[in-house]
């Protein structure tokens, strides 16, 4: 190998000084000039990559480091970078390839273990992610970032006591560190633990007051009156010209039902708009998008509901059960209602379907054993990892509706709930709800959310009519009139045998992460599907032609 020439060590210090003080751009130029005198150094061309990868110019900051790999494939440091970009990238594979490089060459690279526990993390791996981040503990166990991310790990996996204590631990080291703060208050609120939510997401706000997501997440543990000092404070909050979208959407959905709670619905409906406007446009959503894609779907449906019925080896540790419906329909309540029976466990929503099977549904992929095979494995092995040696599982992601054709070929074992609901109801409840999740696009206007209404209606007639018997449909209003009689009637169809302790669902303490969390711990509220009605003066005739399923 040819002697590497690198810049002095005094310079590539000045270099770093000014970057870490002064950004990016403010080497560029010294950079340029350095590689006329230093065409090949390895140093160079990695720093020049971590400009890159500052600025978001991923493919460039990728060419940066493979050429400093090239010419000097001994640092760990590089390889960490580069696998940093495909992280980026959402490139998982090539991620750990290059972050087990990176540690192979330097066991005690801490950035590398932390990150290939993200990559793993990414890939929904939860137990190598949670080894990953043990092994970078090992090596600092104060720091911050692993023990959120550990602490974030186990949440995902409904481990609450780990969770708080890994978190805890990153707050005693930093008592102010917001996202452990957030993230506590989160996990708290998320088992019903209002009051330990509250505090610290208030300690959250008083580290940085702009924070959108914790005044968010602090709203609905609050009944608001027209003068309370927090919704003030929100209100002054977006006018600031400093504050970013994310924060800004977040406060406006916060103040919006602060107002619907001081029963002052104008003002709450004014901010509603406001906020879902804002949405809409970061998303650069349209409804066009989905009508395409739910014609892809009903054509491989066509082709799925002619497919033969394939011999697969039996699943003997489980069986899904696959909660669905539109958003905001009452799914979260019925696998409420459902994994408080002793032989029901429960993985929440998960989005392994959908990854696993988009390319099948849209008929990117053809439709042959070896494919579908390909998906039922891949969806039974992530779905194992929320297995406690209970007969099934459940899988609340309301959005698979659109997989159902896929489901019943592939994993026939599974069974299926439809929970629908008054469609005026779920529609108002869609618009009014701050999705984190950007493929909700539709939600945040009203005139879109009532044709995806009708998208998914006319796609689950289709499936109830290519697949007849396989569907169980769950009406949410009268689930919530007889809800003893229509779930022994569910659990009967499980062929398990009833269990009280289904009748006291509100006292189980597992998480829930969705919006419905604080409801499906109490009794039942009969009255929630004519809550739209306070708005009718401003939603207008845009409901007018909905009718129910």
């Known amino acids: 190998m040819k002697m590497i020439k690198n810049p002095p060590k005094n310079i590539i210090d000045e270099l770093r000084k000014k970057f870490n003080l002064n950004g990016s751009t403010s080497i560029k130029k010294e950079i340029s000039k350095l590689f006329k005198i230093y065409p090949d150094s390895d140093i160079l061309w990695n720093i020049s990559g971590v400009v890159f990868l500052d600025l978001n110019k991923l493919n460039k900051a990728k060419n940066c480091f493979k050429k400093s790999i090239n010419i000097n494939p001994s640092t760990s440091k590089v390889h960490s970078n580069l696998g940093t970009v495909f992280l980026r990238l959402k490139n998982y594979d090539c991620s750990i390839y290059y972050f087990q490089k990176a540690i192979k060459i330097d066991k005690k690279n801490i950035e590398a273990h932390n990150n290939l526990g993200n990559a793993f993390k990414q890939k929904r791996v939860y137990k190598n992610a949670i080894n990953c981040y043990r092994d970078a503990l090992k090596i600092d166990p104060f720091s911050i970032q692993v023990l959120i991310n550990i602490g974030n790990t186990y949440s995902e996996i409904y481990n609450v006591e780990n969770a708080i204590r890994y978190l805890k631990n990153a707050l005693k080291i930093q008592p102010d560190n917001i996202l452990a703060l957030n993230d506590l208050g989160t996990i708290y609120k998320s088992i019903g633990k209002t009051s330990e939510a509250i505090t610290y997401y208030k300690k959250a706000i008083n580290q940085k007051p702009s924070f959108g997501q914790v005044h968010y997440n602090l709203c609905k543990l609050i009944k608001y009156t027209i003068s309370d000092t927090h919704l003030l404070k929100m209100i002054e909050l977006t006018k600031s010209k400093n504050i970013n979208n994310e924060d800004f959407i977040c406060l406006t959905f916060a103040i919006s039902k602060a107002f619907e709670d001081a029963k002052a619905y104008k003002h709450s409906f004014k901010y509603l708009q406001t906020a879902n406007t804002k949405r809409k446009k970061l998303l650069n959503y349209l409804i066009e998008k989905d009508q395409i894609l739910f014609n892809k779907i009903k054509k491989t449906g ?14 003997k540790k489980f069986k899904p059960i696959f909660i669905l419906g539109m958003p905001r329909s009452g799914t979260t309540l019925v696998e409420q209602m459902l994994c408080s029976h002793p032989q029901i466990d429960y993985a929440g929503e998960q989005v392994a379907a959908w990854d696993f099977g988009y390319e099948l549904i849209t008929g990117e992929k053809v439709i042959s054993k070896l494919n579908l095979a390909e998906f039922r494995n891949n969806y039974l092995n992530e779905l194992s990892q929320f297995s406690n040696g209970k007969k099934f599982i459940t ?3 309301p959005q698979n509706f659109r997989l159902i054709g896929l489901i019943k070929i592939a994993i026939p074992e599974a069974k299926i709930v439809h929970v629908h609901r008054n469609p005026k109801a779920v529609c108002w409840s869609n618009f009014k709800h701050n999705f984190s999740s950007s493929g909700l696009g539709f939600a945040n206007d009203l005139n879109d959310i009532v044709i995806y209404y009708k998208l998914y209606k006319d796609l689950m007639n289709f499936w109830n009519s290519s697949f007849k018997n396989y569907i169980i449909d769950i009406n949410y209003e ?16 499980f062929g398990l045998k009833w269990d009280n302790s289904c009748l006291k669902y509100y006292d189980n303490k597992r998480i829930i992460n969705t919006a419905s969390q604080s409801q499906v711990r109490e009794e039942l509220y009969q009255n929630s599907s004519i809550h739209w009605k306070k708005y009718m003066k401003f939603i207008g005739k845009k409901f007018d032609d909905l009718s129910e399923m």
């Open 302 to 315: 066509k082709i799925l509901s002619n497919t033969q019925n394939f011999r697969w080896t039996k699943q």
């Open 395 to 397: 899988d609340k992601m």
């Open 478 to 493: 009268n689930l919530v009139v007889e809800f003893e009689k229509e779930l022994r009637n569910l659990i009967s169809l």
